[in-house]
């Protein structure tokens, strides 16, 4: 079985420019999630799917984060404008959808906004 | 509100060493609980995790993690190191009533050889 599936890995994008990332779940998994993850405030959760439906929106990253899942097995997360703190490494991640089940992470895609 | 405390950020042993990670929970429930860890320009990958009997779990790599109620911790060992042990390693605590981890901060482990 192939794993997620995580693209660009790397993406520059100037101040203001939209950007969006692609992930691919594990085949069959119900669950998906976007997180941020930097030095100072590790690991953040973005957007949680279950089934395609949005669970959770991330709170503050409402305004210029949004995450959709077109079907079960693509999902992307689009930044729109990107501001240089928006720099970090996005990872996706994919689970069962069951309780107690491992979530199986993407490489992440690291982004740098100049 | 459940958290993670991993109170090391960085934590260097040299190779055949043991090794003891720290972790701390707060949940008012019976936690599940996780290590994950992470190397250099990957994502996370499962150590181990933990829910209910045997308080020490067995992991992959020669890893462990004793899970202690009485202390609301769940620290990860292992008995000797070796150098590609070197990574972030991060505890995570499922969330009750979704199913979504919350991680702590996370611990650099260096293994100097």
């Known amino acids: 079985d192939a794993g997620v599936t995580q693209t660009p890995r790397h993406e520059v994008a100037e101040k203001g420019q939209t950007i969006i990332l692609k992930c691919e779940p594990v085949?069959?998994?119900?669950?998906l999630f976007w997180y941020r993850q930097t030095k100072i405030q590790g690991l953040e959760l973005l957007s949680y799917?279950?089934?395609?439906?949005?669970?959770?929106d991330g709170g503050a990253f409402k305004d210029r984060f949004k995450a959709e899942m077109l079907n079960s097995s693509f999902s992307t997360l689009k930044i729109q404008p990107t501001e240089p703190k928006d720099s970090a490494v996005y990872l996706c991640?994919?689970?069962?959808?069951?309780?107690?089940?491992?979530?199986?992470f993407g490489p992440g895609t690291r982004l740098t906004v100049l | 509100a459940q958290s993670v405390t991993q109170p090391d950020a960085r934590v260097t042993v040299s190779e055949g060493a043991s090794l003891q990670l720290r972790c701390k929970y707060s949940?008012?429930?019976?936690?599940?609980l996780f290590w994950y860890v992470q190397y250099p320009r990957q994502g996370l990958q499962l150590l181990l995790k933990?829910?209910?009997?045997?308080?020490v779990v067995q992991g992959v790599n020669g890893f462990e993690a004793e899970f202690s109620k009485s202390n609301s911790s769940f620290h990860l060992r292992k008995a000797s190191v070796h150098w590609s042990d070197s990574a972030v390693y991060f505890c995570?605590?499922?969330?009750?009533?979704?199913?979504?981890?919350?991680f702590g901060s996370g611990t650099q482990l260096t293994v100097m050889p």
């Open positions: 085949s069959g998994h119900n669950d």
């Open positions: 949940s008012s429930v019976t936690p599940y």
């Open positions: 933990y829910y209910s009997g045997d308080p």
């Open positions: 799917f279950r089934s395609k439906s949005l669970m959770e």
């Open positions: 991640a994919s689970s069962p959808g069951q309780i107690y089940a491992e979530q199986f």
């Open positions: 995570a605590v499922e969330s009750s009533g979704s199913w979504q981890l919350i």
